[in-house]
């Protein structure tokens, strides 16, 4: 990486989560093209992903506000969890899996509904969604698990 950029991204890191759009999203209405957009959300933000409609999701460490920046759109506060969030992915669904210090994942979906998907036996530190959907799961002891789409329980919103 460039000094120039590394810099960028330092300064970046040192104020608070900007949401960069790298996309070039038509802008509603106008048919214009916007090549990036910077959106301050949180000061204290877990992770950023974006969906294949080109989302970007982030949750609030400290308030477990999750925030969704629509492409072209402001950013919408769009659901709460219990809990210290600290890992993000999300599934060609749209489903954004949230894992916590306490080894919950939940599951918001893009109704904005909350629900538990899965359990492990320590803190989550890494989250991705593979290609079938299923999640692979980084834990605070070392331990890499896997649970296919189909152990992740529907649960009840909430």
């Not at 219990?82 to 306490?102: F, H, K, M, N, Q």
Request: overall charge positive; charged content about 20%.
């Amino acid at each position: 990486m460039q000094g120039k950029n590394r810099h960028r991204l330092n300064v970046l890191g040192t104020i608070g989560l900007v949401l960069l759009a790298w996309a070039a999203v038509a802008s509603a209405g106008a048919g214009k093209a916007r090549m990036a957009e910077a959106v301050a959300v949180t000061a204290n933000p877990v992770g950023l992903v974006m969906d294949s409609r080109a989302n970007a999701y982030t949750v609030d460490r400290v308030t477990g506000k999750v925030f969704c920046l629509p492409a072209g759109d402001d950013p919408v506060h769009y659901a709460t969890i219990a809990g210290e969030p600290t890992a993000l992915a999300v599934d060609r669904r749209g489903t954004l899996y949230i894992g916590t210090s306490a080894g919950l994942i939940l599951a918001v979906r893009r109704d904005g509904t909350v629900r538990e998907a899965c359990r492990c036996d320590a803190p989550v530190t890494g989250l991705t969604v593979d290609r079938d959907g299923g999640l692979l799961i980084a834990t605070g002891t070392g331990k890499l698990v896997r649970k296919s789409r189909t152990d992740l329980r529907p649960g009840r919103p909430g």
